[in-house]
């Protein structure tokens, strides 16, 4: 399976949900770079608002995460309470 | 008494639903093909234009309240860099050079690709597609005016970027990027979507941009780094949509997929001599190097581009056949690059130097098959030369490529020794080309391509120079008439680094910044 990423920048307000990706996708492996967090997954990643929101204690919506994506790699599909990416070959 | 009924928040599906499609009508006194006027020539064929859906799911009012947000707090990073002298934080001086480019080189661009797609999404009957575009446009213009901005801070110390936008579309290397969008908006919106959506922002950003931003980032610009990534925040929308837009026209009809292939092949290749530039950036112009550019085009060309032409195997789609070229130039694009600007030097926005004996240590490891074999030893004898007080200027001015405007620099695919030349004789004149490829994409379409403002060509017609100018005059100098049509201060803003009036300033004022004076 090819390799799925999404890239965030590196700072107070990511930390919680890279946390989150990390704890619903076993494949994950995360790749720091300069003020920059990519992290890669096989064949499919998956961010999860009710994971973020445990994590954090707080409301979260999926949307915010505009403001903090750099790039990613896949096919995209977003709900209220998932985004995920992936690939299907 | 009025009873308040608590409503029920709807659904992202739901909401994007009314927001986008919900928005749209069908008109009922004027023609489809009178609204739509481009939407056929091109022969694509759209059957259901409520397929298209942005997986996003963004609304206009949720994208006007993000954005906000993004612009809020890159402004407040701005003004602390400025506050507190942050150019002075840069790793050094020739690192400002990288910002010239950028700024006289893609900021414009992304102007461009904000009336791109202001037209494209106006040209769309589907109303998902025409949200998308909008959004797209409004971002791109956003990028162009936070460029400007952010770079305006050290255009209050260094030379060479005062007059960017009247640079972009004379100097002579800038006809490179400024060309290429030119190309793409001058096409139909289909192609245009190809090109520009799917072929550069997905394909080869992360090429473009990532090196770019992680640059700034490693060499201490903080201003470059914060509209960089304020920017890409923006660009995984523009990813999917350049994908989705893909994906749809493919599913839409079979017909499709012969022409967006074609589409496909000639704008990766165009896309990639546009990356020229930042090849040569990665490999020379950062004093504090990220990762190569033959690595970086190896992680997000060869091994992201592969997983996703994988992906789109399912519709017919492969892998543009120059990829294969693209993977025999990548031991010699920059370096190749970075001779023909220290040899045109005198004619640029930006200065020029020779590696040192580190940088040639790290171009010698990161590219064992060719630096030392084919490149340190012209560098060595051009610092010799250097030393003996014989920097070389080049005055002759080169041939161009009539496609993609880059002189004739590279080598035979496999060869590194023989200079790649093409020709093709049309309505009794002749045509030069760099590369198969930009032959080919000439011969597809040459009604488009003979129409090209190539630099060289209009400097021999008189075309660059002031207004006035007699150059019959004697001791007549073609140079100082040039860079006066650019704006460009002979000595000032071109030459070589190391005599420039940046380096001597930089010095200076980081000095004072460190100690008592
Ligand atoms: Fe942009
Ligand atoms: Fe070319």
């Known amino acids: 399976m090819s390799t799925v990423f999404l890239a965030l920048q590196t700072n107070e307000e990511t930390r919680p949900i890279i946390e989150a990706i990390l704890q619903d996708n076993p494949s994950a492996v995360v790749d720091e770079q300069p003020a920059m967090v990519k992290i890669n997954a096989d064949g499919r990643l998956v961010v999860r608002r009710q994971t973020i929101e445990e994590i954090t204690g707080r409301d979260y919506d999926l949307q915010e995460l505009q403001v903090n994506m750099i790039t990613m790699s896949g096919n995209l599909d977003q709900t209220d309470d998932e985004i995920t990416l992936f690939w299907k070959a | 008494m009025d009873m308040t009924v608590a409503k029920k928040k709807l659904g992202l599906k739901e909401r994007y639903a009314v927001m986008t499609r919900g928005l749209d009508w069908t008109p009922s006194y004027q023609k489809m093909e009178d609204i739509y006027p481009y939407i056929a020539y091109e022969g694509i064929k759209i059957h259901d234009w409520d397929k298209w859906e942005d997986p996003f799911r963004l609304t206009m009012d949720a994208y006007w309240k993000y954005q906000a947000e993004k612009e809020r707090k890159l402004y407040s990073v701005l003004d602390a860099y400025t506050q507190n002298n942050g150019h002075l934080n840069v790793t050094d001086a020739r690192y400002l050079n990288t910002v010239k480019l950028f700024l006289s080189g893609i900021s414009p661009l992304e102007y461009v690709a904000h009336r791109g797609f202001a037209h494209a999404g106006r040209q769309f009957p589907g109303p998902g597609p025409r949200v998308a575009c909008l959004m797209q446009s409004l971002d791109e213009i956003r990028h162009a005016q936070t460029q400007v901005h952010a770079v305006s801070n050290y255009n209050k110390y260094y030379n060479g970027m005062h007059d960017f936008h009247h640079a972009h579309d004379r100097v002579w290397f800038l006809s490179v990027p400024k060309s290429f969008f030119d190309d793409a908006i001058t096409a139909g919106p289909f192609e245009f979507m190809v090109s520009i959506g799917f072929s550069f922002e997905y394909v080869l950003t992360n090429l473009l941009f990532v090196p770019f931003v992680s640059g700034a980032a490693y060499n201490g610009d903080m201003a470059a780094m914060t509209f960089g990534f304020s920017a890409q925040s923006d660009e995984a929308r523009h990813m999917t949509l350049g994908l989705e837009v893909i994906k749809f026209i493919l599913e839409q009809d079979p017909d499709n997929v012969p022409i967006v292939q074609r589409w496909i092949d000639k704008w990766t290749w165009r896309g990639y001599r546009v990356l020229t530039l930042v090849a040569m950036m990665m490999d020379y112009m950062l004093p504090k190097r990220t990762m190569s550019w033959k690595e970086s085009w190896e992680i997000y060309f060869e091994e992201n581009g592969g997983a996703l032409f994988k992906d789109l195997a399912r519709y017919g789609i492969k892998m543009p056949k120059c990829a294969e070229q693209i993977a025999l130039e990548k031991d010699h694009l920059s370096h190749q690059a970075w001779s023909t600007f220290y040899n045109y ?79 093709v004789d049309y309505k009794n004149e002749k045509y030069h080309f760099c590369s198969d490829y930009c032959k080919e994409i000439f011969e597809h379409e040459p009604e488009k391509y003979v129409q090209a403002w190539l630099p060289v060509h209009q400097i021999y017609q008189g075309n660059c120079f002031p207004e006035g100018t007699d150059p019959t005059v004697e001791g007549f100098d073609p140079l100082a008439k040039v860079l006066e049509y650019y704006h460009l201060e002979h000595g000032r803003d071109n030459l070589d680094f190391d005599i420039s009036e940046d380096k001597k300033n930089f010095a200076e004022w980081r000095g004072q910044a460190t100690k008592n004076v």
């Open chain 2, 345 to 423: 030097a005198a004619a640029a926005n930006f200065h020029t130097w020779m590696p040192d004996e580190d940088e040639m240590e790290w171009l010698s490891s990161k590219y064992p098959n060719s630096f030392d074999k084919h490149y340190r030893p012209r560098y060595e004898f051009w610092r010799e030369q250097a030393a003996k007080g014989n920097r070389f200027y080049n005055k002759t001015l080169p041939m161009l490529c009539q496609t993609c405007q880059i002189p004739m620099i590279f080598t035979e695919p496999g060869d590194a020794t023989k200079t790649c030349y093409r020709e």
